[in-house]
T-cell receptor
Framework: DQQVKQNSPSLSVQEGRISILNCDYT??????FLWYKKYPAEGPTFLIS?????DKNEDGRFTVFLNKSAKHLSLHIVPSQPGDSAVYFC??????????FGTGTSLTVIP | ETGVTQTPRHLVMGMTNKKSLKCEQH?????MYWYKQSAKKPLELMFV???????ENNSVPSRFSPECPNSSHLFLHLHTLQPEDSALYLC?????????????FGSGTQLSVL
């Protein structure tokens, strides 16, 4: 059973607007969450992380929000740029355990 | 910053072949991982090595055999694979593992089993 779910396989956004990518998880023990970005023919690259002691973490145009009660994670990209077009994966873990990944959301930013 | 190199990038093999995937990390990390990514599925952890010792094997069939001669190199030996083993195989490393810290991935080997 998938413990981390990304229910939107794809998302299209106009350049300059906000992109919101969502992720849900089922295991309440998860205490560390990451977002990865993947371009075709490349491996995933780390984007941003958040610990369960926080509900928000920001890095430039990227902000991750964590709602522990809803077991929901979201990544906001603002403003969106064409170079942000990629597949985005969320992942979750708890100390001493492996990461569980979602299936990814393909983001297309339209110029 | 990748620092994790995988070879070959593409591999086509028959079901009776034996081949090996290679991974090298230049980050001074102590933990290395093999992941499998099949179409429309999440990344699946296959093996974990921490300080050259295998610490996890996620019920992977014996036709996949990992080898970690040192903290910088990781191999995945393949023999008598099945067509359903066709997938992207990703190597990753982390400073320590598995604890809550980010993974650094290689570009992967796209494997096709005929």
């Amino acid at each position: 059973d998938q413990q981390v779910k990304q229910n939107s396989p794809s998302l299209s956004v106009q350049e300059g607007r906000i992109s919101i990518l969502n992720c849900d998880y089922t295991n309440s023990m998860f205490d560390y969450f990451l977002w990865y970005k993947k371009y075709p023919a490349e491996g995933p690259t780390f984007l941003i992380s958040i610990s369960s002691i926080k509900d928000k973490n920001e890095d430039g145009r990227f902000t991750v929000f964590l709602n522990k009660s809803a077991k929901h994670l979201s990544l906001h990209i603002v403003p969106s740029q064409p170079g942000d077009s990629a597949v985005y994966f969320c992942a979750a873990s708890f100390t001493g355990n492996q990461f569980y990944f979602g299936t990814g959301t393909s983001l297309t930013v339209i110029p | 910053e990748t620092g994790v190199t995988q070879t070959p990038r593409h591999l086509v093999m028959g079901m009776t072949n034996k081949k090996s995937l290679k991974c090298e990390q230049h980050l001074g990390h102590n933990a290395m991982y093999w992941y499998k990514q099949s179409a429309k599925k999440p990344l699946e952890l296959m093996f974990v090595y921490n300080f050259k010792e295998q610490t996890e094997n996620n019920s992977v069939p014996s036709r996949f055999s990992p080898e970690c001669p040192n903290s910088s190199h990781l191999f995945l030996h393949l023999h008598t694979l099945q067509p359903e083993d066709s997938a992207l195989y990703l190597c990753a490393s982390s400073q320590h593992g598995p604890i809550n810290e980010k993974l650094f991935f290689g570009s992967g080997t796209q494997l096709s089993v005929l």
